[in-house]
């Protein structure tokens, strides 16, 4: 069964910091994985996927990388802010997604 | 294009009752996946629907069913609740097969049980 990890549990940061968020996985035979965040009580948000064939996707301030042969992936936040405070999720998927259980970013002005 | 809506948004019913949640994809998807989340168990896959066939199940017990209609919107029951069941219930549709495509999510109902 593919376990999913997500180092730190938790990360508070000054505003301005650039941070990383890792995401490591037991099984590389993914199809592809996506990295979510998730305010308080609420729905998650899709930040980028990157299909198995990549290696890099790029949105505004973020990146996410994947290295499918070590089962990791990475999200680099740059110039964070404070409305990037939420829980962030990584999940990856084979026949279904499996999620990690998340890191809680605060980023303090 | 309207996102992913699912009803009803809060919930509380009592121990041995049964619930049905909705959930609409968005405009276009033939996929929706059901996801359950606790602060134990984090995010669980539910199972998911693509054509109104079930296309794969998560580990959890026959008390938990969906079905998907052919305008793709979906349904999930809990038959005979449980004090544990009490969970923010999550949908997300994709364009294709769940696992092969971005999935997008829906805000979710909060159920609870007493």
């Known amino acids: 069964k593919q376990e999913v990890t997500q180092i730190p549990a938790a990360l508070s940061v000054p505003e301005g910091e650039n941070l990383v968020l890792n995401c490591s996985f037991t099984?590389?035979?993914?199809?592809?994985l996506q990295w979510f965040r998730q305010d308080p009580g609420k729905g998650l948000t899709s930040l980028l996927l990157?299909?198995?064939?990549?290696r890099e996707q790029t949105s505004g301030r973020l990146n996410a990388s994947l290295d499918k042969s070590s089962g990791r992936s990475t999200l680099y936040i740059a110039a964070s802010q404070p409305g990037d405070s939420a829980t962030y999720l990584c999940?990856?998927?084979?026949?279904?997604?499996?999620f990690g259980t998340g890191t809680s970013l605060t980023v303090i002005p | 294009k309207a996102g992913v809506t699912q009803t009803p948004r809060y919930l509380i019913k009592t121990r041995g009752q049964q619930v049905t949640l909705s959930c609409s994809p968005i405009?276009?998807?033939?996929?929706v996946s059901w996801y359950q989340q606790t602060p134990g168990q984090g995010l669980q896959f539910l199972f998911e629907?693509?054509?109104?066939?079930?296309?794969n199940k998560g580990n959890f017990p026959g008390r938990f069913s969906g079905r998907q209609f052919s305008n793709s919107r979906s349904e999930m029951n809990v038959s005979t609740l449980e004090l544990g069941d009490s969970a923010l219930y999550l949908c997300?549709?994709?364009?294709?097969?769940?696992?092969?495509?971005?999935?997008?999510f829906g805000p979710g109902t909060r159920l609870t049980v007493t």
């Open positions: 099984d590389s035979a993914i199809y592809n």
């Open positions: 990157i299909q198995s064939s990549q």
């Open positions: 629907y693509f054509s109104e066939t079930q296309r």
């Open positions: 999940a990856v998927s084979v026949n279904q997604f499996y």
């Open positions: 405009s276009g998807h033939r996929s």
């Open positions: 997300a549709s994709s364009l294709g097969g769940g696992d092969l495509h971005e999935q997008y």
